[in-house]
């Protein structure tokens, strides 16, 4: 596999109030070409410093680092031709139609002649948003402006694509959409996609790998599949005399990677969706359920429980 992105002790301080701030600190990061990439953290753990690096719109502090075989201090301008950047913030034209904004943009890239016309209505074709290539960008919802952004860079061909926390804000119909876009794009273009998020299990079913960054810190790197599988589910139980009995009946369920109590009711968390046994095993020791729910755990507590503090 080849090699996409590559860091070596990549770090960035900042010097704020005459504080010093490890935005990125120490980072060893790989990423391999046709990945989707998933870069998770909390907000303020340097996701958004590590792209901007990446990128070569800032100077690390110390340590190197290449993207596509690029060296982002020396060779960054011949980064962002390979690569597209959609920023948490960005903002297009309002009066202007889909097709006038990317014409705009794409001018400012120095895209000119015949084949300007071609890429984007071929980009705008690819993001789903032929219908509406003449209508002004300020009648578009929040996932149209995400698909168009999309387009926008699409029409330089990137070989690798950052994007900054893709899904706040969308709606959860919009959320979905994007994912099948981006997972489209990864399959028919080969594209390598580097994904930032603060929630994991609205990129779990896209990301080939995770990479986890707490306080400028890579802490784990692996496949989502590994991570699910030790804590991906979390099921909240409330019963009827709930007792160590019970507790130690619930634990001879397999996959179980931990149980908290919580203002009297357990929280579970497991590799699997294992509701049924828990209600079977409740049923079995004559108590009675109350609640039974799944919920999607947070960041922070898986975290924590992979982790410790
Ligand atoms: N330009 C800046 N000057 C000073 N501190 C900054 C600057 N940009 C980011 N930071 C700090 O660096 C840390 C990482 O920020 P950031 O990379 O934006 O995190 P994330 O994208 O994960 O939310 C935070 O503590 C943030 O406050
Ligand atoms: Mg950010």
Redesign the pocket.
């Known amino acids: 596999m080849q090699v996409m992105i590559e860091t070596e002790s990549l770090t960035k301080i900042?010097y704020?109030d005459g504080r010093e701030?490890h935005?990125v600190d120490d980072l060893y990061l790989k990423v391999f070409e046709g990945e989707i990439f998933g870069y998770l953290?909390p907000?303020?753990?340097?996701?958004?410093?590590?792209i901007l690096m990446l990128l070569g719109l800032i100077q690390p502090t110390s340590g190197d680092g290449w993207v596509g075989g690029y060296n982002i201090i020396r060779e960054s301008r011949k980064i962002r031709g390979i690569a597209g950047y959609i920023p948490e913030r960005y903002s297009f034209y309002y009066n202007l139609s889909a097709y006038r904004n990317l014409e705009y943009f794409a001018k400012l890239n120095h895209l000119s002649g015949n084949e300007i016309k071609e890429r984007i209505e071929r980009s705008i074709e690819i993001v789903g948003l032929n219908d509406w290539i003449n209508t002004p960008v300020g009648a578009f919802s929040r996932g149209m402006k995400q698909r168009l952004a999309l387009a926008n860079i699409l029409i330089r061909n990137p070989k690798i694509i950052f994007l900054d926390e893709p899904t706040v804000g969308l709606d959860p119909k919009s959320k979905a959409d994007f994912r099948e876009l981006i997972k489209r794009l990864n399959r028919e273009f080969n594209l390598t996609i580097f994904l930032?998020s603060h929630m994991l299990h609205e990129v779990k079913e896209l990301c080939h790998r995770i990479g986890f960054?707490n306080k400028?810190k890579l802490i784990a790197v692996d496949t989502v599949e590994s991570f699910m599988g030790k804590m991906g589910y979390k099921i909240i139980l409330e019963v009827t005399d709930l007792d160590d009995k019970l507790i130690d009946a619930l634990n001879e369920i397999g996959d179980i990677s931990k149980i908290k109590i919580d203002d009297g009711r357990l929280i579970i968390y497991s590799g699997r969706d294992i509701r049924l046994e828990i209600s079977r095993k409740v049923a079995e020791m004559n108590r009675y359920i109350l609640t039974l729910t799944l919920e999607p755990p947070t960041l922070e507590e898986i975290f924590f429980n992979i982790y410790g503090e």
Not at 43 to 50: E, P
């Open positions: 900042y704020a701030i935005a953290g907000n303020g753990s340097g996701k958004t410093t590590t930032s960054l400028g």
